[in-house]
Nanobody, 123 residues
Framework: VQLQASGGGLVQAGGSLRLSCAASGRTFSSYALGWFRQAPGKEREFVAA????????YYADSVKGRFTISRDNAKNTVYLQMNSLKPEDTAVYYC?????????????????WGQGTLVTVSS
């Protein structure tokens, strides 16, 4: 599976962005998907995850209520809708795919990673 993330950019605090991650491969629907982020000088951290069917989602406490993860298996794409953005959301955002049915929140359990897209939130 190859993943290509897009949609990052510069936005003011309180604004919104929608990240997309397009995947290659005919088995996309059998993978759990997730978003992680890495701020300068910090470790990569979990943001959101979705199960293979889209029926289960999980969020980091820091983004709960502001971010929404979704997937369109017909388009082989996973999305991250980010609202009410804060300066502390500034990071490179990575999408990931893992061979699992349930949503995965642990970085090490993902098998494939996209290249990352930069999100910058100005105050």
């Amino acid at each position: 599976v190859q993943l290509q993330a897009s949609g990052g950019g510069l936005v003011q605090a309180g604004g919104s962005l929608r990240l997309s991650c397009a995947a290659s491969g005919r088995t996309f629907s059998s993978y759990a998907l997730g978003w992680f982020r890495q701020a300068p000088g910090k470790e990569r951290e979990f943001v959101a995850a979705i199960s293979w069917s889209g029926g289960s989602t999980y969020y980091a406490d820091s983004v709960k209520g502001r971010f929404t993860i979704s997937r369109d298996n017909a388009k082989n794409t996973v999305y991250l809708q980010m609202n009410s953005l804060k300066p502390e959301d500034t990071a490179v955002y990575y999408c990931a795919a893992g061979r699992a049915v349930m949503a995965i929140t642990t970085l090490g359990e993902y098998d494939y990673w996209g290249q990352g897209t930069l999100v910058t939130v100005s105050s």
